[in-house]
């Protein structure tokens, strides 16, 4: 297998755009601090849906959380717990990264959004 040709034909499905946001250890005035740091912004990725949400209704909230994978290039160093922003047209949503599983053309992460309606 070309592993470049491959790449390249999974890249031209990257039509969505990816932030990463993680937290860090960072000085502010002398004093450490955790910050959510932006590690990444507006890289090329895609989401694709995983499994089909689950409606967790009680009688004072409706829960959503449903699961979808997300493919982006292997370079990017994408961490467990890590923030993810994803844009598609209009739509932007927040999730949370799973591991990440790395090929040499790519890497997909399981990403979990969860939500209230």
Do not use: W
Not at 39 to 45: D, G, I, L, R, S
């Amino acid at each position: 297998m070309n592993i470049r040709r491959y790449r390249l034909a999974l890249e031209r499905t990257y039509t969505d755009r990816l932030t990463v946001q993680r937290i860090e250890k960072v000085k502010v005035n002398g004093e450490t601090k955790q910050r959510l740091v932006t590690v990444y912004e507006q890289q090329p990725c895609r989401i694709s849906q995983k499994t089909l949400g689950t409606n967790g209704q009680t009688e004072s909230v409706n829960r959503i959380a449903y699961e979808t994978k997300l493919f982006a290039a292997p370079e990017l160093e994408i961490k467990q717990g890590d923030t993810l922003t994803v844009t598609r047209g209009q739509l932007t949503r927040t999730y949370t990264a799973g591991e990440p599983f790395l090929y040499e053309s790519h890497q997909e992460i399981s990403i979990q959004r969860k939500t209230e309606a």
